[in-house]
Each structure stands twice: as C-alpha cells, then as structure tokens.
C-alpha cells in the first residue's frame, strides 16, 4: 500500500522534445504528491508538486497531471534541454511531517 | 535559495571511527527530519525520522546503535555513523518541511577507507 511505481527507469529524448514520466500509487491517503530532480552527487532538488485537489499544475515547462481515479500522476517536460538531463524522482506523501514514499527513479537524457 | 543545509558535502574517514553530519533548515523550524541513505543509481531510502526533543524513529533493519541521530533543537539534527566501515560508504541526504514542502539538503559522500 505504500508503493509508488515509476515508469519509464530510462528515457532519451531529442532536445526541444517532451518527455513524460509517469507514477502510479496505492495508497489512497496519500495528499502530497512531489517531483524531484536529481543531478550527480546532489541532493534531489523539489521542481513541482501538486495535491489531490487539482488535476493540473504548471510551472514554467513543468507540468503535473493528476488523475486520482486512476491513482496516477505524470511529470511533463516540454521543450526538453540538455541542461534537463538528470534523475527524476516521483514521490508521494500522507499528511504534513509524514514520510516521502518514492518512486524508483527515471534516467532522462535530453540529446543535443 | 538552499531551505535545507548539510554538511559536510564530502568526508573521507578510517575504518573504526566515527564522522557526524550536520542537517539545518534555514531560517525555519522543522519539528521534524528525515535521514535518507542512497545507493548508486538507487532511489532514496529513510533510515530514520528525527524529532526535535525525543528519540529518532528507526526503520527496520537500520541499526540505531551504528547511526546515532540528535535533533537538539529545531533547527539541527546530525547523523553520527559509529565505528564506520567501508560497507558505510554512500550518500547520505536530510530533508525536512517548511509550510508542507519537503525538502532535501545538499547530501553528503562518505567513503569509509
């Protein structure tokens, strides 16, 4: 009931393309579901994050789509840079002080 | 700007010794942190929970004895890895929340020799 499965684990995709990954979680209480960024030998850095209450939630070439029937969430990259390439975490959470349950993590290269 | 700051970034340390990594959230209070180990190419895994004031929360089969953690005040908690071997070596990340985001500090490598 904890999980949190993340598709794809690795993703190439052309500069200026979209790239999309996506989540699927159990656990129905969850209400705070984040992404993260990842670069080398860093810690994950938060880029967007949307609650249960929105379907959709954009910022800048980031987007999240939510759908709560379906117990998923994607994240959306539009107009994909090199500067892009990095690991994406998709996670998810109860309430507030609670723990992260994270996704497995998604390899994205974004090709020149 | 960084909400969430660790340090150190990086720390070499002898077998048999032991090497404390700092976790501060700036310029908030957080109640509460996560202590997360990661292996290469792994995602994130919690070893613990640390509240301000009482005794970490340890999950299982993360030895509390071997990982020390204090949060002695609403903006600290450290991670202390006891008597270190190199099976100890990997990135270790805190995160903590301000206004119901989390969010993770810069990690720290530790490479136990």
């Known amino acids: 009931q904890q999980q949190v499965k993340q598709s794809p684990q690795s993703l190439i995709v052309q500069k200026g393309g979209i790239s999309i990954i996506n989540c699927a979680y159990e656990n129905t209480a969850f209400d705070y579901f984040p992404w993260y960024q990842q670069f080398p030998g860093k810690g994950p850095a938060l880029l967007i994050a949307i609650r249960p209450d929105v379907s959709e939630k954009k910022e800048g070439r980031f987007t999240i789509s939510f759908n709560k029937s379906a117990k998923q969430f994607s994240l959306h990259i539009m107009d994909s840079q090199p500067g892009d390439s990095a690991t994406y975490f998709c996670a998810a959470r109860r309430a507030s002080g609670s723990r992260l349950t994270f996704g497995e993590g998604t390899q994205l290269t974004v090709n020149p | 700007g960084a909400v969430v700051s660790q340090h150190p970034s990086w720390v070499i340390c002898k077998s048999g010794t032991s090497v404390k990594i700092e976790c501060r959230s700036l310029?908030?209070?957080?109640?509460?942190m996560f202590w997360y180990r990661q292996f290469p190419k792994q995602s994130l895994m919690l070893m613990a929970t640390?509240?301000?004031?009482?005794?970490?929360?340890?999950e299982q089969g993360v030895e509390k004895d071997k990982f020390l953690i204090n949060h002695a005040s609403l903006t600290l908690s450290t991670l202390t890895v006891t008597s270190a071997h190199p099976e100890d070596s990997s990135f270790y990340i805190c995160?903590?929340?301000?206004?119901?985001?989390?969010?993770f500090g810069q990690g720290t490598r530790l490479t136990v020799v």
């Open positions: 995160s903590a929340e301000r206004l119901a985001e989390a969010f």
């Open positions: 310029d908030f209070q957080a109640t509460t």
């Open positions: 640390s509240n301000e004031g009482s005794k970490a929360t340890y």
